[in-house]
């Protein structure tokens, strides 16, 4: 379930639009949420991975980032990643329609609040179970959600770590893991050609033998 949607702008962490739960139990669980989704945008920046993943207690935020505007939404755990990324792409999508050149030029929070018409339209559609299923076996163009980084909110925002760090970090891991993968092929590699050479030594040399041998 689409829990809150919030929208900021990445050069400065200003909140552009917002929409949150209606109720006020879930209302006041929701503002250390908030509060950690404010924190998140003033870490991030233009190296900060387009797409992530931040685990949140049994909660999720997933989160976008398109032309300078980051899209984040909050979900219960067992919300599909697929479906999250939908969700924000269509937001993006409409957004930057209407207001993708006024961006750079707002001043005041919340300057966009207008759009949460939308967003509660949207997120209706993703709250739907019948629509889930029919948007759940469409063959979308969203990148691999498998290789989406997914982190703890709670250890960025403690550690104080801008997520172009961490990103960097799961970048090297990844280009030691190719290269460690490249030289187990080439060992293997060289393993495979000695073995094969070693067999055609001794097949020339059992053929000279019993050539020579036998005249």
Same mark, same amino acid.
Not at 18 to 28: I, K, N, T, Y
Not at 30 to 37: I, N, T, V
Not at 110 to 121: H, M, R, V
């Given at each position: 379930m689409v829990v809150m949607t919030m929208i900021a702008r990445v050069a400065d962490g200003l909140?552009?639009?917002? *929409?949150? $739960?209606?109720?006020?139990?879930?209302? &006041?669980?929701?503002?250390?949420?908030?509060? $950690?989704?404010? $924190?998140?945008?003033r870490k991030l920046n233009e190296q900060s991975p387009s797409r992530c993943t931040l685990e949140a207690g049994p909660m999720m935020f997933h989160y976008l980032i398109e032309q300078g505007v980051c899209y984040l939404v909050l979900c219960e755990g067992a919300f599909p990643k697929k479906l999250a990324f939908a969700y924000l792409e269509e937001l993006q999508t409409e957004f930057h329609e209407l207001y993708g050149k006024? /961006?750079?030029?707002?001043?005041?929070?919340? *300057?966009? =609040?207008?759009?949460?018409?939308? =967003?509660?339209?949207?997120?209706? +559609?993703? /709250?739907?179970?019948?629509?889930? &299923?029919? %948007? !759940? !076996?469409?063959?979308?163009? #969203?990148?691999? /959600? $498998? &290789? =989406?980084?997914?982190?703890? =909110?709670?250890?960025? #925002?403690? &550690?104080?770590?801008? %997520? *172009?760090?961490?990103? +960097?970090?799961? +970048? !090297?891991? +990844? !280009? #030691?893991s190719r290269k460690y993968r490249q030289d187990a092929r080439y060992l293997n590699m060289r393993s495979t050609y000695a073995k094969v050479a070693a067999v055609a030594l001794f097949s020339l040399m059992f053929i000279l033998y019993i050539r020579f041998w036998w005249l």
């Open positions: 909140p552009l639009a917002a *929409s949150m $739960q209606e109720d006020e139990q879930s209302g &006041r669980n929701l503002m250390e949420y908030q509060s $950690q989704a404010k $924190q998140l945008f006024k /961006v750079a030029a707002v001043s005041r929070p919340y *300057s966009f =609040i207008e759009f949460d018409t939308y =967003i509660q339209k949207a997120k209706k +559609s993703y /709250v739907d179970s019948r629509t889930r &299923r029919n %948007l !759940s !076996s469409i063959n979308t163009e #969203l990148q691999d /959600v $498998q &290789r =989406i980084m997914v982190t703890n =909110i709670e250890e960025v #925002l403690q &550690r104080g770590e801008a %997520l *172009s760090v961490l990103d +960097s970090k799961a +970048s !090297s891991l +990844s !280009s #030691l």
